[in-house]
């Protein structure tokens, strides 16, 4: 199959993602469901604490673990805040990896469109949250006063003449004419500023299998290291579900019963009655076991390290 781009100037490439919600339609058509990876305990904080509401946790970009994205917007990177969804159906190993937990026993809350365009709907304000981690009673931040929220998919930067935007390739036309012969490298580089100013929906091609879906919060001054967005958890359950990870019920010896009793625990644990199912990866993750001696032999340098620093000072 050859690469044929779609050839398009840098303000029609940013106006695809322009607005502050994009419509229904074209959230329905992406393939309509929307999942957030992460591991058990934070999906407890999430979705376990009331049957009536939920709360995201949401991490500055200097949280990412996408390190160019804090040096392309090192101005903003403390005050820009990010909530991010897989736009995918199909469960991925790389993203339980990364955001699951190394022990392979995370959850992914998933939305539907029309619910996920409900919560982003219902966004008014957002509360502070504390450096210990704890919502700040009282501290609330209004939507068009303190912040203005931005929502959309992420553009995978490859260079200049190969942009991915959803499932389609895109090469900025004005930049085609201006990288051609030695000066390519900087006008890609020049191409890249340019295209990241104010734009908090671009990452390396490399993240593709993400397949990133934001809701972008741009407050006029840090308020911390993360913020907590409540939602109507009641309202949107039909439209939710959580799956487990793949070694939550890899256990080929347990019966159906014990299957049944695990899934039932966790929508206790999570107040997701009738709405928590296995996941459908015919894996095993053993990372911890198949790196137990580095994990041993980095915390043994850790703890020399930290012994040695604070020798002393006791």
Not at 182 to 208: M, P, Q
Request: proline share 3%.
């Amino acid at each position: 199959m050859g690469y044929n781009p779609i050839i398009i100037n840098q303000r029609e490439l940013l106006a695809l993602n322009s607005g502050s919600q994009p419509s229904l339609e074209s959230m329905k058509k992406s393939g309509g469901y929307f999942y957030s990876y992460t591991r058990y305990e934070t999906a407890k904080k999430i979705l376990g604490q009331s049957d009536e509401l939920g709360c995201f946790y949401v991490s500055n970009l200097e949280s990412m673990n996408d390190p160019n994205e804090t040096l392309r917007h090192q101005e903003e990177r403390r005050k820009v805040y990010a909530l991010c969804f897989s736009n995918n159906r199909e469960e991925s190993i790389p993203m339980w990896f990364l955001y699951g937990g190394i022990t392979g026993e995370g959850v992914r809350i998933g939305f539907t469109a029309d619910k996920l365009y409900k919560l982003i709907e219902g966004i008014e304000t957002v509360s502070g949250i504390d450096e210990k981690h704890r919502i700040i009673e009282g501290k609330q931040y209004t939507r068009g006063q303190d912040f203005e929220l931005h929502c959309g998919w992420v553009y995978y930067w490859q260079r200049a003449d190969r942009i991915r935007y959803r499932d389609e390739f895109y090469s900025i036309a004005s930049d085609i004419e201006k990288t051609a012969g030695a000066d390519r490298t900087i006008d890609e580089h020049r191409s890249l500023t340019d295209f990241c100013k104010g734009n908090y929906f671009v990452k390396d091609y490399a993240w593709y299998y993400e397949k990133e879906f934001r809701i972008v919060f741009v407050f006029k001054e840090s308020v911390g290291e993360q913020i907590a967005l409540h939602f109507d958890k009641k309202n949107l359950m039909p439209g939710m579900h959580v799956t487990l990870a793949p070694n939550v019920l890899s256990d080929t010896e347990r019966t159906k019963p014990e299957r049944q009793a695990i899934i039932k625990n966790y929508e206790k644990e999570l107040k997701m009655q009738g709405r928590v199912k296995p996941s459908q990866c015919n894996v095993k993750f053993n990372l911890l076991g198949r790196n137990s001696n580095a994990i041993a032999s980095h915390i043994n340098a850790a703890l020399k390290a930290y012994t040695s620093d604070h020798k002393g000072t006791g």
